[in-house]
């Protein structure tokens, strides 16, 4: 059974940081590009970043280029996502997925909301 488990988001006021993790179990992690979405109430979902199965590469939305981090830990089966310099518009549930060798997204957590107070 897939399981992609996010923790780590809160309140945080603006100016702040988070690190969400993901936590994954019933794929061959290691062999899988990963990547990270948010959707904020009222809008459609969004890409932040992505990252491949070794690490080696990795891309941001503009939005979030110079202030979040991408990460893994194939030994440990998790992705993370560093936030710094969280602004009020961060402010969404995030979601990580798997990537499959199709390139679409096919497995997804349950999210974890990011609130960001101005």
């Known amino acids: 059974q897939v399981q992609l488990i996010e923790s780590g988001g809160g309140l945080v006021q603006a100016g702040g940081s988070l690190r969400l993790s993901c936590a994954a179990s019933?794929?061959?992690?290691?062999?899988?590009?990963m990547g990270w979405f948010r959707q904020a109430p009222g809008k459609e979902r969004e890409f932040v970043a992505a990252?491949?199965?070794?690490?080696?590469?990795?891309n941001y939305a503009d939005s979030v280029k110079g202030r979040f981090t991408i990460s893994r830990d194939n030994a440990k089966n998790t992705v993370y996502l560093q936030l710094n310099s969280l602004k009020p518009e961060d402010t969404a549930v995030y979601y990580c997925?798997?990537?499959?060798?199709?390139?679409?997204?096919?497995?997804w957590g349950q999210g974890t909301q990011v609130t960001v107070s101005s």
């Open positions: 019933g794929i061959s992690f290691s062999n899988y590009a």
């Open positions: 990252i491949s199965w070794n690490g080696g590469s990795t």
């Open positions: 997925a798997r990537r499959n060798g199709a390139g679409k997204y096919d497995y």
